[in-house]
């Protein structure tokens, strides 16, 4: 059984930096689509980035590009959402989950085809 723990959410003020992490156990991301998810108060949990099992589809929601960037490694069975530019709009849980299907190359967007979830760091962005 694949478990899933996010790290490394906080308080910052908009306009800083803040690194995610997830690190998985009980299993291996290397085969997975990865994404990071968001969930603000009131609001239904929406995709923020993905990353396919190659590094080869990356995709991230209109309201992050150039601000937000996804990696993963593979060997540490970690990946990561370095977020840059914070903005108060921000503010949410960071959930990071693995996909259903292994081998899948392009990444989804959609909260059902993801399988394995983390319980979430929160993030808040002062303004």
């Known amino acids: 059984q694949v478990q899933l723990v996010e790290s490394g959410g906080g308080l910052v003020q908009a306009g800083g930096s803040l690194r995610v992490s997830c690190e998985a156990s009980?299993?291996?991301?290397?085969?997975?689509?990865m994404g990071w998810f968001r969930q603000a108060p009131g609001k239904e949990r929406e995709f923020v980035a993905g990353?396919?099992?190659?590094?080869?589809?990356?995709r991230y929601t209109n309201a992050v590009k150039g601000r937000f960037t996804i990696s993963r490694d593979n060997a540490e069975n970690t990946v990561s959402l370095q977020m840059n530019s914070l903005k108060p709009e921000d503010t949410a849980v960071y959930y990071c989950?693995?996909?259903?299907?292994?081998?899948?190359?392009?990444?989804?967007?959609?909260?059902?085809?993801?399988?394995?979830w983390g319980r979430g760091t929160q993030v808040t962005v002062s303004s």
């Open positions: 989950a693995a996909d259903s299907a292994a081998f899948r190359w392009f990444v989804m967007s959609q909260t059902d085809e993801y399988h394995y």
């Open positions: 009980g299993g291996t991301l290397s085969r997975y689509v």
């Open positions: 990353i396919n099992y190659a590094g080869g589809d990356i």
